[in-house]
């Protein structure tokens, strides 16, 4: 057996001028990849992922250093190279006005597969990803995940010893994040091949042999996920009560010696800086009366612990100050709903996209709205907003008829799209204008919001930089400043945390619980089941119906059974869209 490595990186370095910074997108890097195994690269937002696998397909040239793939030098052999190896980028290049065997038609020419082998090659392709019975269907009309899955086919028509994936999971749902790991594990185990994953879900992680983390184009750490989880050993806990877990996860955040404090259902995970025991940790604030009970290190913990200890800092603190200025109408027990959903329905040609749901959303309360690609999550969401007109039922936010005044009640609501809605062009200062304005806001009402953003979000040394340009952590921090200009009384999110890092996902979530603190009331859709947790209540869509809907610890108990004794909110997701499923075939 050939153990010498698949892919090797000696001292690379990479740098990039932009908006007149230069950035050091690599500094150093060096490891060996050895094969028949996934690797993950795992790394905040701007760590260098996506640099080094361009680098290792022979796109990009190094400043110093080299990487080799497959035994051939990257930079100088690098059409070699990309023939021998399959790379698959962020945003894959499919043909949507082409079928999906027309995809793989064209991608066959370009790689110089034989007509004599496609035949065969297609059939095992089709069969891997699920896709044969929609080769006929234009790719455009495909859902996110069988987008994705046709992309993988693709970089796969001709079998590649190295296969290089660019965070292939984002932005899809959980079962089809299992069906492309399903297809990647079998690529390893029944084709030989060796795989490189960039992803920034961590639970992904763990699913690899091995992992390099990098952040600021160093590497942190490498070697085995269990490697890294095993040094957490002790320093993890969950936390129950007094109090919602919420209300417990403000009290500790940024609290001396505490690394992470993360709701998770009725509880708070707790990860210390060093090992302690439960006698010492109730004299933390808010504790003293809790039940705290050891839990197993997993790979997240490890992982934020080395990200807050290269920064100096400990977990985040709660994030009130200044950001819910003029918004403490906090909820009364009397409260009529905020937003009233009745019979919704909306259609596209002969489909229904959305399909009769109905529920409503109390003042203060975080709603989280899931589902898979295509359920209908953000069609429903730009109905509730005013930008689509309901084909059938009643919509009623912030007390007004949608279908009467729209406009009045898109004055009361913020909006932040799952591609951040921010003009490229235009510099943070000009985005913050402009919405400002949109929003009706001017003169000095409009001065006044413009500087409370750039300090609450810590903007002011990239006012001036145009947005596009800011790295996807910033881009999320200023559409939230954009939608929160006018002080909405109501905040919609779509899919807000897609490929944030989870150190942006965690200051993320302190303020959208800082806000819902104050009485804004917030309408969430994400792929991230942990993220899913943190809401009162939740719906699960499927084919523009609601499955379920009811709190999260509830939600999990549906899912429980002697095969799964304590389902995570993964597991019950799954288990609805699969029932789902079966009765729509059955059907």
């Given at each position: 057996m050939?153990?010498?490595?698949?892919?090797?990186a000696?001292?690379?370095?990479?740098?990039?001028?932009?908006?007149?910074?230069?950035?050091?997108?690599?500094?150093?890097?060096?490891?060996a990849?050895?094969p028949?195994?996934?690797?993950?690269?795992?790394?905040?937002?701007?760590?260098?992922?996506?640099?080094?696998m361009?680098?290792?397909?022979?796109?990009?040239?190094?400043?110093?250093?080299?990487?080799?793939?497959?035994?051939?030098?990257s930079?100088?052999?690098?059409?070699?190279?990309?023939?021998?190896?399959?790379?698959?980028?962020?945003?894959?290049?499919l043909?949507?006005?082409?079928?999906v065997?027309?995809?793989?038609?064209?991608?066959?020419?370009?790689?110089?597969?034989?007509k004599?082998?496609r035949?065969?090659?297609?059939?095992?392709?089709?069969?891997?990803?699920?896709?044969?019975?929609?080769?006929?269907r234009?790719?455009?009309?495909?859902?996110?995940?069988?987008?994705q899955?046709?992309?993988?086919?693709?970089?796969?028509?001709?079998?590649?010893?190295?296969?290089?994936?660019?965070?292939?999971?984002?932005?899809?749902?959980p079962?089809s994040?299992?069906?492309?790991?399903?297809i990647?594990?079998?690529?390893?185990?029944?084709?030989?091949?060796?795989?490189l994953?960039?992803?920034?879900?961590?639970d992904e992680?763990?699913?690899?042999q091995a992992?390099?983390?990098?952040?600021?184009?160093?590497?942190?750490?490498?070697?085995?996920?269990?490697?890294?989880?095993?040094?957490?050993?002790?320093r993890?806990?969950?936390?129950?009560?007094?109090?919602?877990?919420r209300?417990?996860?403000?009290?500790?955040?940024?609290?001396?010696g505490?690394?992470?404090?993360?709701?998770q259902?009725?509880?708070?995970?707790?990860?210390?800086?060093?090992?302690?025991?439960?006698?010492?940790?109730a004299?933390?604030?808010?504790?003293?009366?809790a039940?705290i009970?050891?839990?197993?290190?997993?790979?997240?913990?490890?992982?934020?612990?080395?990200?807050?200890?290269?920064?100096g800092?400990?977990?985040?603190?709660?994030?009130?100050?200044g950001?819910?200025e003029?918004?403490?109408?906090?909820?009364?027990?009397?409260?009529?709903?905020?937003?009233?959903?009745?019979g919704?329905?909306?259609?596209?040609?002969?489909?229904?996209?959305?399909?009769?749901?109905?529920?409503?959303?109390?003042?203060?309360?975080?709603?989280?709205?899931?589902?898979?690609?295509?359920?209908?999550?953000?069609?429903?969401?730009?109905?509730?907003?005013?930008?689509?007109?309901?084909?059938?039922?009643?919509?009623?936010?912030?007390g007004?008829?949608?279908r009467?005044?729209?406009?009045?009640?898109?004055?009361?609501?913020?909006?932040?799209?799952q591609?951040?809605?921010?003009?490229g062009?235009?510099?943070?200062?000009?985005?913050l204008?402009?919405f400002?304005?949109?929003?009706g806001l001017?003169?000095?009402?409009?001065?006044?919001?413009?500087?409370?953003?750039?300090?609450?979000?810590?903007?002011?040394?990239?006012?001036e930089?145009l947005?596009?340009?800011?790295?996807?952590?910033?881009?999320q921090?200023?559409?939230?400043?954009?939608?929160?200009?006018?002080?909405?009384?109501?905040l919609?999110?779509d899919?807000?945390?897609?490929?944030?890092?989870?150190?942006?996902?965690r200051?993320?979530?302190?303020?959208?619980?800082?806000?819902?603190?104050?009485?804004?009331?917030?309408?969430?859709?994400?792929?991230?089941?942990?993220?899913?947790?943190?809401?009162?209540?939740?719906?699960?869509?499927?084919?523009?119906?609601?499955l379920?809907?009811?709190?999260?610890a509830?939600?999990?108990?549906?899912?429980?059974?002697?095969?799964?004794?304590?389902?995570s909110?993964?597991?019950a997701?799954?288990?609805?869209?699969e029932?789902?499923?079966?009765?729509?075939?059955?059907?």
């Open positions: 050939n153990d010498a490595p698949i892919l090797e000696t001292d690379l370095a990479k740098a990039f001028s932009a908006g007149g910074r230069r950035t050091r997108a690599l500094d150093g890097v060096s490891f990849i050895r028949g195994a996934v690797t993950g690269l795992i790394g905040p937002d701007g760590a260098g992922k996506t640099t080094l361009r680098l290792a397909a022979g796109l990009l040239v190094p400043d110093t250093g080299r990487i080799r793939a497959l035994g051939l030098d930079t100088g052999d690098s059409l070699a190279v990309q023939a021998a190896l399959g790379y698959m980028p962020q945003r894959f290049g043909y949507e006005d082409l079928t065997q027309e995809n793989l038609d064209l991608y066959a020419d370009l790689q110089g597969l034989p004599t082998a035949t065969e090659r297609y059939q095992e392709l089709m069969h891997m990803t699920g896709l044969a019975p929609f080769t006929r234009l790719a455009g009309r495909l859902s996110g995940g069988m987008k899955k046709l992309g993988l086919a693709c970089t796969l028509v001709r079998p590649p010893r190295l296969l290089l994936l660019d965070e292939p999971t984002v932005g899809v749902d079962v994040r299992r069906e492309l790991w399903s990647v594990d079998r690529l390893v185990r029944d084709e030989g091949m060796s795989v994953l960039s992803t920034a879900y961590l992680a763990e699913r690899c992992v390099i983390l990098l952040d600021r184009g160093k590497i942190l750490d490498q070697g085995p996920p269990a490697t890294i989880s095993a040094r957490m050993a002790g993890t806990w969950a936390v129950s009560g007094p109090g919602r877990p209300e417990v996860q403000a009290g500790l955040a940024g609290q001396s505490v690394v992470d404090a993360l709701v259902g009725d509880h708070v995970r707790l990860v210390m800086q060093t090992a302690d025991d439960p006698a010492r940790l004299g933390l604030p808010g504790l003293e009366d039940r009970t050891a839990v197993p290190p997993r790979f997240e913990d490890g992982f934020i612990d080395l990200l807050r200890g290269r920064a800092t400990a977990s985040s603190p709660a994030q009130d100050s950001l819910t003029g918004l403490q109408r906090r909820a009364q027990p009397g409260d009529a709903p905020v937003i009233e959903v009745a919704l329905r909306r259609r596209f040609g002969d489909f229904w996209a959305v399909d009769g749901i109905s529920f409503e959303v109390r003042r203060g309360e975080i709603f989280g709205l899931l589902g898979a690609n295509g359920a209908g999550k953000s069609t429903t969401f730009r109905m509730l907003c005013g930008l689509l007109p309901a084909s059938a039922g009643t919509l009623r936010v912030a007004l008829d949608l009467h005044a729209a406009s009045a009640a898109r004055g009361r609501i913020g909006y932040m799209s591609k951040f809605s921010l003009y062009n235009l510099s943070v200062a000009q985005n204008d402009f400002a304005s949109a929003y001017a003169g000095d009402a409009r001065a006044t919001r413009r500087q409370w953003a750039l300090t609450e979000f810590e903007l002011t040394p990239y006012a930089q947005s596009a340009d800011l790295s996807l952590g910033y881009k921090r200023l559409a939230m400043a954009c939608a929160l200009m006018h002080q909405p009384e109501i919609f999110l899919e807000p945390t897609s490929g944030v890092d989870p150190l942006a996902r200051e993320f979530w302190q303020r959208i619980y800082a806000l819902a603190r104050a009485g804004v009331t917030i309408l969430v859709t994400t792929h991230f089941m942990e993220e899913a947790e943190y809401c009162d209540r939740l719906a699960i869509m499927a084919a523009g119906r609601i379920a809907m009811d709190e999260p509830a939600i999990k108990a549906g899912a429980r059974s002697p095969e799964l004794p304590d389902p909110m993964e597991d997701f799954v288990r609805l869209a029932s789902a499923g079966e009765a729509e075939r059955a059907a």
